[in-house]
Nanobody, 120 residues
Framework: VQLQASGGGLVQPGGSLRLSCAASGFTLDRYAIGWFRQAPGKEREGVSCMTSSGIVLYYADTVKGRFTASRDNAKNTLYLQMNSLKPEDTAVYYC??????????????WGQGTLVTVSS
C-alpha cells in the first residue's frame, strides 16, 4: 500500500492549487480516505474525509467553501482543490487511508506529505 501526495508549491494569497494523492496497493472505493495538514509549530488537523463510496462527510470549518475533495476511480487518485488560499493554509498536506470504508476508524497508511506555502 502506498499513497503519493503531490501538487504543493508556493502560491499567492487568493490563489489556487490542486493536490493529488495517488493510491496503489488498494482501491479507493473500498476504504475511506482523508486529507490532513500540519502547519509549522501546530498540531496536525483533519481537513476533509471521504467515504469509500465517494461521499465527503467532513470539511474543517477553516476550509469550508474554499476546498473541495474529489476522486477519480479510474486513476485511483484523490484530489483536493484549494481555492481562495490564505497564508494560514500554509502547511504540509497529507493524505491518509482509514482502516475501514467509513472515516473515524483510524488511519493505517499515510502519504509522505506535500508542502503548500501561501505567501506574497
Amino acid at each position: 500500500v502506498q499513497l503519493q501526495a503531490s501538487g504543493g508549491g508556493l502560491v499567492q494569497p487568493g490563489g489556487s492549487l490542486r493536490l493529488s494523492c495517488a493510491a496503489s496497493g488498494f482501491t479507493l472505493d473500498r476504504y475511506a480516505i482523508g486529507w490532513f495538514r500540519q502547519a509549522p509549530g501546530k498540531e496536525r488537523e483533519g481537513v476533509s474525509c471521504m467515504t469509500s463510496s465517494g461521499i465527503v462527510l467532513y470539511y474543517a470549518d477553516t476550509v469550508k467553501g474554499r476546498f473541495t475533495a474529489s476522486r477519480d476511480n479510474a486513476k485511483n487518485t484523490l484530489y483536493l482543490q484549494m481555492n481562495s488560499l490564505k497564508p494560514e493554509d500554509t502547511a504540509v498536506y497529507y493524505c491518509a487511508r482509514d482502516r475501514l470504508h467509513v472515516p473515524g476508524t483510524g488511519n493505517d497508511y499515510w502519504g509522505q506529505g506535500t508542502l503548500v506555502t501561501v505567501s506574497s
